[in-house]
Nanobody, 122 residues
Framework: QVQLVESGGGLVQAGGSLRLSCAASGSISSINAMGWYRQAPGKQRELVATTTSGGSIIYADSVKGRFTISRDNAKNTVYLQMNSLKPEDTAVYYC????????????????WGQGTQVTVSS
């Protein structure tokens, strides 16, 4: 079992930046991939960024060039640096861990964090 705790959400103006953090604990050695989903009201859940134990990093087209996912293995923490934020980035962001199927471009989620709200004002 893996436990995930996010932090770093908040309110920011368009064009601003935020950094989300996700600290993992528990059965960390079993983690194949970690990533960030977001859920906006009335919209489909979106996988915005994924990092795998093999070193692959995958971004959704909607955030490419603006968001950066990184991990600090010593701290068992994954970060999502979000720059040039837009109002359409407003959502609850969830840290996840699971297994990434590269052939299908999909992440099978094992654990979810509690979510952190990101609000971008125009």
């Amino acid at each position: 079992q893996v436990q995930l705790v996010e932090s770093g959400g908040g309110l920011v103006q368009a064009g601003g930046s935020l950094r989300l953090s996700c600290a993992a604990s528990g059965s960390i050695s079993s983690i194949n991939a970690m990533g960030w989903y977001r859920q906006a009201p009335g919209k489909q859940r979106e996988l915005v960024a994924t990092t795998t134990s093999g070193g692959s990093i995958i971004y959704a087209d909607s955030v490419k060039g603006r968001f950066t996912i990184s991990r600090d293995n010593a701290k068992n923490t994954v970060y999502l640096q979000m720059n040039s934020l837009k109002p359409e980035d407003t959502a609850v962001y969830y840290c996840v861990e699971g297994y990434y199927y590269s052939n299908y471009g999909s992440l099978s989620v094992g654990s979810w964090g509690q979510g952190t709200q990101v609000t971008v004002s125009s």
